[in-house]
């Protein structure tokens, strides 16, 4: 009988998930979410991609990845994250949010459900200011102000 329940248990668990999880898509230059258009994309090239909105098409994200002029040594590679409309930059070596090498489409993916998770970005693609310095204070680095030039 336990055996039972705890597979009833393990059921609604694995559903109550799969019911809660939001799928993104990048596909020709819309992001999706669960098959609605919530920002446009533009690949400018591979370390580079930019997020405007659907309502005025303001570019309000600019993402980059910087291998710090070291391109064989990666230990020292940031990605910087620029809130264009909130005039904000985040600066991290944590690349576990956003990590999927070889395909910086599907990396793009991950980098918006998790702004979706720590609700930068709402269901409708619009920056929360108050969740974008949140934001900044959980993940930036600050790694261009202790980098020597």
Request: charged residues 35%; hydrophobic residues 40%.
């Amino acid at each position: 009988m336990t055996l039972k329940k705890l597979l009833i248990v393990f059921l609604l668990f694995v559903s109550f998930n799969l019911y809660f999880s939001q799928e993104v898509v990048i596909k020709n230059d819309k992001v999706l979410l669960d098959g609605k258009q919530i920002l446009k994309a533009e690949k400018i090239n591979v370390a580079q991609y930019s997020f405007f909105t659907m309502k005025d098409d303001d570019e309000i994200l600019m993402y980059r990845y910087m291998d710090n002029e070291t391109p064989m040594y990666q230990d020292d590679d940031y990605f910087i994250l620029n809130f264009l409309t909130e005039k904000t930059k985040v600066e991290s070596k944590d690349f576990t949010k956003i990590a999927n090498f070889m395909n910086s489409r599907k990396g793009m993916e991950k980098l918006v459900k998790w702004l979706l998770k720590e609700r930068v970005i709402n269901n409708e693609g619009e920056l929360n200011p108050d969740r974008v310095q949140v934001f900044k204070e959980k993940y930036d680095e600050n790694i261009t102000e202790r980098t020597f030039r």
